[in-house]
Nanobody, 119 residues
């Protein structure tokens, strides 16, 4: 079974930092784009950042300069380093990946990890 497993969420004070990790496991041939999305209560899920297999990145304007996305292709893992966190960053963060596996092309989502920023 191919799946994404996230870790690293938690509670932090405004101005603090957190690092999220997401690892793909299973019978995987390759992983294309990977990314992080978030969903706050009462709001739609929104893109936070994406990274291609060739390490090109894209960020939502509100996180530029504060968040950094990176990946380790050898470990099938994507990271999100979040600095200068603000209360408005509070949300459930979801990992996403386009995976080519023994089951074909899959658009996978992680289970979500809660990030709470207190003021």
């Amino acid at each position: 079974q191919v799946q994404l497993v996230e870790s690293g969420g938690g509670l932090v004070q405004a101005g603090g930092s957190l690092r999220l990790s997401c690892t793909a496991s299973g019978s995987i041939f390759s992983i294309n784009a990977m990314g992080w999305y978030r969903q706050a209560p009462g709001k739609q899920r929104e893109l936070v950042a994406t990274i291609t297999r060739g390490f090109s990145t894209n960020y939502q304007d509100s996180v530029k300069g504060r968040f950094t996305i990176s990946r380790d292709n050898a470990k099938n893992t994507v990271y999100l380093i979040m600095n200068s966190l603000k209360p408005e960053d509070t949300a459930v963060y979801y990992c996403n990946a386009g995976v080519y596996s023994i089951s074909g092309n899959l658009d996978l989502w992680g289970q979500g990890t809660q990030v709470t920023v207190s003021s």
